[in-house]
């Protein structure tokens, strides 16, 4: 049972969120947001939450605390070690900006977060589930390296969708995250671009580059960006699987009396497949390609989708060639 106090931190929560968010925010995303806020934030960052300055002003001092614990050790260090004072002074000034650093790096990425809960239109939650601990640890740890901007947006993404709905990372996906480099990084986009993905609502049921008339592994994506090669980058970093032309089928996609049971999701648009003779009954389709892996398919929310009209256009031919034609639903 809530104590008092709990039901009084609650009650100004509440408050607080519906007048910086206008009343939108449901209350399973508005308590992540504030525990994963009160858990990562100094002061610095401006987040409206009256409530948790005295949480924002512990982790300040907190971090402080070990910079000042630092300074004043380094003589005793020095003594300890039989090394030159100067050694010590130079070693724990080194590590306090590595502090200092760190939590700028946090402070920068749950700025970020904040931005994108404040730009959403709708606040879904799929779960009443509150953000657990041990993710915030790692998302903490991970985090605290990132310094460039593209990789303080990325997890400035994953912050967000997390708050919103709990588990949609795990916590090998945040390290898998956080261990890309540029060139992987880059590629994913450019495979998430031209991703076709199958889904029942906001659930993600299978997504993959569809391999059109080829074969992925003898470089038939190769004219969109994706060769076997750079396949191969993405499958060693666990965003795509092995075998590069397994298949799912997709017939939930193909419109039955004007209704789809799934979308068809590409571009950032839902499709049905409509039969373009409707005396010929389509039973099953199945599409072959390379398929993301579940960190791919977790991630894959987070990318800023690139336009690929070539793709597309390819796409929607194959499509045509089986008796369908690419209908947007507006959702």
Not at 6 to 12: P, Q, R, S
Not at 43 to 50: K, M
Not at 249 to 277: C, F, R, S, W
Request: glycine share 4%; proline share 2%.
């Amino acid at each position: 049972m809530e104590n008092e106090s709990e039901v009084i931190d609650e009650a100004v929560t509440d408050v607080v969120a519906d007048m910086a968010f206008g009343g939108g925010l449901p209350a399973p995303v508005r308590k992540n947001l504030f525990k994963a806020f009160g858990r990562l934030c100094t002061a610095a960052v401006d987040y409206p939450v009256a409530c948790l300055e005295g949480k924002a002003a512990e982790k300040r001092a907190e971090s402080e605390a070990r910079v000042n614990l630092l300074k004043s050790s380094s003589q005793k260090i020095a003594e300890q070690l039989e090394v030159s004072p100067e050694y010590a002074r130079v070693a724990s000034e080194k590590y306090s900006r590595k502090i200092i650093q760190e939590q700028i790096n946090v402070d920068d990425i749950s700025k970020i977060a904040l931005s994108e809960l404040e730009s959403e239109k709708a606040f879904e939650s799929n779960s009443d589930s509150i953000i657990s601990d041990d993710w915030l640890n790692s998302f903490e740890k991970e985090a605290a390296t990132k310094s460039s901007e593209e990789m303080k947006l990325l997890f400035g993404k994953v912050l967000a969708n997390e708050i919103r709905n709990p588990s949609s990372f795990s916590i090998r996906t945040i390290k898998l995250l956080s261990q890309l480099d540029n060139e992987a990084a880059s590629l994913f986009v450019k495979f998430c671009s031209v991703t076709v993905s199958l889904r029942s609502g906001s659930y993600l049921i299978d997504g993959r580059v569809v391999s059109l008339s080829g074969n992925a592994a003898q470089n038939s994506l190769s004219k969109y960006g994706l060769s076997f090669d750079n396949l191969n980058i993405l499958f060693e970093y666990g965003l795509i699987v092995s075998d590069y032309n397994c298949y799912c089928g997709y017939e939930h996609a193909i419109a039955q009396n004007n209704n789809v049971a799934a979308t068809l999701y590409h571009q950032n648009k839902h499709y049905g497949l409509v039969p373009i003779d409707s005396t010929k009954k389509i039973n099953e389709l199945k599409l072959s390609g390379v398929a993301l892996s579940k960190a791919g398919k977790e991630l894959l929310s987070i990318v800023d989708i690139e336009p690929n009209d070539l793709y597309f256009k390819d796409l929607t031919s194959y499509f045509l060639n089986k008796n369908l034609k690419l209908v947007e639903i507006k959702i």
